[in-house]
Every structure is written in structure tokens, then in C-alpha cells.
């Protein structure tokens, strides 16, 4: 195996070479330096890379696998979001208004390392990770590897770029409004955000008033399984997150939707229409039941789901050690924060057990909803340089209507590869399942990657 095809391997793959001695952990590990060295200073996913320490590390864990330990991720590179914590890293959230390095492994970071992950860097976002694009004065300009004149996405930007580039088998992301979901469609990468408290967000309590959790952006879907199983509880079922991946569901219903929620902006692009539709055809052909039908949306989903984003960045910009160095923009989020008031987040996080009331008829007539997964193609590097808060909020919220309100319900979600467009840019999916769905989502998503696998193609970086 070449080095190209190992670092595209996927993280079971190279797990399954590591116990089988065909490979080295620290091999594996240098694989992914060298190409880090090589290719990131053209994408800069990495905000930090943690070559020493992960090479340490490999030896730890080869010394392990020669001793027979079996850990399902022993030896095995992963790359982690910088918002959150490493323990002796900083957590730069995409700014230079940080404080202290972090004294301990974020919950979900030291159920990684528990697994027998090496965490071999942590990647770009978006100040605050508020935006779906990774452009800071700070840290620079993150680009997406299939055209490095567009963005890859957030605010998980670095994460699903490093997966995307074979710079990382797999990253850790965390999905506030579609922050896992809008990076991995415009990646052509697979990526679930579970459901709420699924996957521990320790130390943060609710972050985003409870919008945001964290979750894998992989190649296929059989790594996020893996992932999952390191990172999650186990599934209701008994099965693991990987098996679900790997088992076919029994015949489903699926509602096929592209409306939009009354109140919000957005025009879709008929490559992103087709994506879902194309999906839609596929899963006709593999004998699932999909018709025609929007959820019952209501005005009320679209404005709780906004003012639990906007007190989110209020209160994370007040968080912050040295908020006086925040970006203009930025301070200007935390400023439109401010109008949602305590009194108004209140009545948000009340609402959203009538939506689920709301939405219930409708998830226990069909199995899962398809949607598009994005509205437009990811935009170019530069694009919003200059504009202020509220005119970017407006601007980006018409890419990106199909994510936030799942995670205002509290719903798994996951997006899926579904082509390109005629500018050779990925398209993608968005399946959305029943409370405590994941594993059925991870199995739907394994049978189309087997109908129509995504993952032979690779984005080539002059």
C-alpha cells in the first residue's frame, strides 16, 4: 500500500493493519506528518500540529499492540477540533482572546485517547466558531482541497479539510447549526452530529444553550461507526455504531423534503435540489418507501433556533480571557447576541418540547427525512471579507437552511456524499432520523455508500 492509499485508508482499515503487524503505529503517524509538512501550508487545517508528542505516542502504542492489547483505535491518528480542549494545548477557538492552556482531555478527547487514538493535531475554525467559513486575522484562511479558491465549510473547517486531504484519517467535530453537516457536504465527506447527549461535551455544560454536540467527520461510514463506538453510548439495539454501519435496514420510510422553514432566506440551487433527489432515486432502487412531504415546520423553530445561536456567541465572547482582542465582526455577533435576551432564550428552550410534539405525527409516519443538505455551493475565500455582523448572518443563512433546527429539536442527523455539480465541487445529502436514531441513520448511510461509494475519488492539490 502506498503512502497516498494509507492515508486515505480510513481509520478501521489502518486499525485493522496496525493489529495484523503490517504496519507501524509510528509509520502511520510519520505518513501523516510528511503529508501535513507537504500539503497543509496550502490548506492550513492545522492551527497546531502535535508531531513530537504524537510520535511519542506511536512508540507507546506500538509497544501495546506487540503486547496484544486490541483497543479498536490503538496506534490510530485523529485529528480534533480547536474548540476543544487537549490537555497542555490552548483552546484558540479560532481567536487570539484565549487564555490558559487547557489542564485536562475535553470528556470526549480522553475517550478517544482511551480507545487508543493519538491525537495528532487540532484544526482551524472560525472565530468563535461562528461562521461557515474559516477565515481569521489570527489564524488564517483554512481552504477546501478540492478547489483551494473556496472555503470547506465550519465551522469545522480544519477538521473535514484534514479528512478531505488524507491529512487525518478522521476528526473530531462539534455541530452547533450544522457545523459537522456544512463542512462535510461541501468535503464530499461523510459526517453525523449524534443526537444531543449521545457524546459527552464535558467540560462544557450545553453549549450553545444546548444546540451544540460534538461528533466524526470521516471518509466512509464505517469509520464513523468506529468513531462513534470510542466516543458514545452504545446504541439502544445492543449492536455497536460499527455494526449498524455494515447492517442494511429493513425497508424504511423516508420523506423527501427541500421547503423551508416560514421565516428563513435561502434560494436552492437545482445541484443541490438533484443531490436529494438523486439520493431520493437510490434509495427507491434499494427498495426503501420515499415520498414527497415537508415536515410541519412552524416560524417558532426557525426563531428559537436563532436565539439559541445568538446567546451562544454572546456568552462565548464574554467567556473569553482577553475578549477586548475578539475580531469587529465578532464583536459584533456578541453584541446581536445580546437581543436575545435571558428572557427570550427562556421561552426558546421551552419551545422545543412543543416542536417535538409538533413534529412527532410526522417522524412516526416515515423513518427519516431527506433533505438537501446545503442550499448553494460553498463560497468563494474572500467572499464576506468586510461585511459586517448582521449583513454575513444574512448572507450565510441562505446557504445553509436545512441544518440548525436539528439542532434546536435535538435530533441525529448526518450528511451524504451525492456527486459533484458542474464545477467539479461535492454535493451532498442530509438524512435526519427519530430521537435515538443514529444507528439507523449510520446504517442508511452504509447502504448507499455500497450503491454508489464516494470515497475512490480524492481532490487533487497542486
Known amino acids: ?39 497543509d501550508p496550502k490548506i492550513n487545517a492545522y492551527r497546531v500540529v502535535l508531531g513530537e508528542r504524537a510520535l511519542a505516542e506511536a512508540d507507546q502504542a506500538q509497544a501495546r499492540l506487540q503486547g496484544g492489547d486490541e483497543r ?82 465550519g465551522s469545522s473547517a480544519g477538521a473535514a479539510a484534514a479528512v478531505a486531504a488524507g491529512l487525518a484519517g478522521a476528526a473530531l467535530g462539534s455541530d452547533g447549526a450544522g457545523s459537522i453537516r456544512i463542512p462535510a457536504a461541501w468535503c464530499g465527506l461523510f459526517g453525523i452530529k449524534p443526537q444531543r447527549g449521545t457524546v459527552p461535551t464535558a467540560p462544557k455544560r450545553e453549549p450553545w444553550h444546548g ?15 468506529v468513531f462513534m463506538d470510542a466516543i458514545g453510548a452504545a446504541p439502544a439495539a445492543g449492536q455497536s455504531f460499527e455494526q449498524a454501519a455494515a447492517q442494511p435496514p429493513q425497508k424504511l420510510r423516508i420523506a423527501l423534503s427541500t421547503g423551508l422553514i416560514p421565516g428563513q432566506l435561502g434560494r436552492l440551487d437545482d445541484a443541490w435540489r438533484e443531490a436529494a433527489e438523486r439520493t431520493a432515486d437510490t434509495l427507491r432502487e434499494l427498495g426503501h418507501e420515499v415520498v414527497e412531504r415537508d415536515p410541519p415546520y412552524s416560524f417558532g423553530m426557525w426563531w428559537a433556533a436563532l436565539q439559541r445561536y445568538l446567546r451562544g456567541i454572546h456568552d462565548d465572547a464574554r467567556a473569553m480571557e482577553h475578549p477586548e482582542r475578539l475580531e469587529r465582526r465578532t464583536r459584533g455577533m456578541a453584541l446581536l447576541g445580546a437581543t436575545a435576551t435571558p428572557g427570550a432564550l427562556a421561552r426558546a428552550r421551552a419551545m422545543e418540547k412543543a416542536h417535538h410534539g409538533r413534529l412527532a405525527p410526522f417522524f412516526a409516519e416515515h423513518d427519516l427525512l431527506l433533505t438537501p443538505a446545503l442550499a448553494r455551493p460553498a463560497p468563494r475565500i474572500g467572499q464576506y471579507e468586510g461585511r459586517g455582523a448582521f449583513v454575513t448572518l444574512n448572507l450565510v443563512a441562505r446557504l445553509t437552511p436545512y441544518t440548525p433546527l436539528w439542532n434546536h429539536t435535538g435530533q441525529p442527523a448526518c450528511v451524504v456524499p451525492a456527486g459533484f455539480d458542474a464545477a467539479d465541487m461535492p454535493v451532498a445529502a442530509q438524512l435526519v432520523g427519530r430521537m435515538g436514531g443514529e444507528a439507523t441513520l449510520l446504517s442508511i448511510a452504509g447502504q448507499l455508500e455500497s450503491a454508489r461509494p464516494w470515497t475512490e475519488r480524492r481532490p487533487t492539490i497542486a
Not at 482499515?13 to 495484523?20: C, E, H, S, T
Not at 493519538?118 to 478540492?146: C, D, S
Not at 444546540?211 to 464513523?224: E, F, L, N, S, Y
Request: glycine letters at 8%; one cysteine or more.
Open 1 to 39: 500500500m502506498s503512502a497516498d492509499e494509507l492515508a486515505f485508508a480510513g481509520i478501521a482499515a489502518q486499525a485493522a493493519r496496525l493489529r495484523a503487524r503490517e504496519l507501524s503505529a509510528r509509520e502511520l503517524v510519520e505518513c501523516y506528518l510528511e503529508r501535513i509538512a507537504r500539503i
Open 72 to 153: 479498536p483505535l490503538l496506534g490510530v491518528p485523529v485529528a480534533i477540533k480547536d474548540d476543544i480542549d487537549v490537555a497542555g494545548e490552548v483552546t484558540a477557538f479560532g481567536t487570539r482572546a484565549y487564555g490558559a492552556p487547557a489542564t485536562a482531555d475535553a470528556e470526549v478527547v480522553s475517550r478517544l485517547r482511551a480507545a487508543g487514538a493519538i491525537v495528532i493535531g487540532k484544526t482551524n475554525v472560525p472565530e468563535l466558531t461562528i461562521w461557515p467559513f474559516a477565515e481569521t486575522v489570527t489564524h488564517g484562511i483554512t481552504r477546501n482541497p478540492w478547489n483551494l479558491e473556496r472555503t470547506p465549510g
Open 211 to 225: 444546540m451544540a454536540t460534538w461528533g466524526p467527520i470521516t471518509r466512509t461510514v464505517r469509520d464513523a461507526g
